[in-house]
């Protein structure tokens, strides 16, 4: 096992920093749009706006999911790593 230097430990802190701001940022941006659209919806007698509502939900979920659980340094990626590292190993084919 390797391990990492100032700077790569660095660099990885600061590109996990920016990916959960920038999830932050569409987090807050999903909630200001929305209740606009669910105030237009509501005002206008029908209720509309829950199809934006789940459909960016779920962009923003996909999105949550690559920032907090599969991320680079995540400890879930990690383990997963470290799996397969032992895979290839035991198989003898790392190339492979």
Known sequence: MRHPTDSSID??????????LGWFCH???YAVV?????????????HWAIFPLLGWGL???FHGL??????????LMERMVQRE????????????
């Open 85 to 96: 590292r032992a895979r290839l190993a035991a198989d003898g084919r790392p190339g492979h």
């Open 66 to 75: 690559g920032v907090w659980v599969f991320a680079p340094g995540n400890p």
């Open 34 to 46: 929305n209740l606009g659209l669910i105030a237009l919806s509501v005002a206008g007698g029908r």
């Open 59 to 61: 962009g923003l979920f």
């Open 27 to 29: 987090a807050a941006v």
């Open 11 to 20: 660099a990885l802190a600061r590109r996990r920093a920016q990916a959960k």
